[in-house]
């Protein structure tokens, strides 16, 4: 079965950095489109960046656009969330999601619904 991991996340101060990763495991790599959401106490899963299975970035989240950058190494089977200049309305459990791509159907990447497989979540605390 598919087996996403998350890795990278920390505490970190306002204005600084943080690299996220996402390890895959158990899938064809190459052909899923993979995203991170995120969800903060009390608030609706939100989405953040996505990247499909050809390397297309979907538009960014509203909250993260600049700030944020999705990227994918398909010889590592691995999507990283490159985190700059950090707010503490950043700080949330941060999830990675994999989508396997099926000819002839190309959802939207910012639906949380359209994933098959999720990973476990890594913490991002934002201090101000």
């Known amino acids: 079965q598919v087996h996403l991991v998350e890795s990278g996340g920390e505490l970190v101060q306002a204005g600084g950095s943080l690299r996220l990763s996402c390890a895959a495991s158990g899938l064809t790599f190459a052909n899923y489109g993979m995203g991170w959401f995120r969800q903060a106490p009390g608030k609706e899963r939100e989405f953040v960046a996505a990247?499909?299975?050809?390397?297309?970035?979907?538009p960014y989240g509203d909250s993260v656009k600049g700030r944020f950058t999705i990227s994918r190494d398909n010889a590592k089977n691995t999507v990283y969330l490159q985190m700059n200049s950090l707010k503490p309305d950043d700080t949330a459990v941060y999830y990675c999601a994999a989508q396997r791509g099926t000819t002839g159907w190309n959802p939207s990447l910012r639906r949380s619904d359209v994933y098959d497989s999720w990973g476990q979540g890594t913490q991002v605390t934002v201090s101000s």
């Open positions: 990247i499909n299975w050809s390397g297309s970035i979907s």
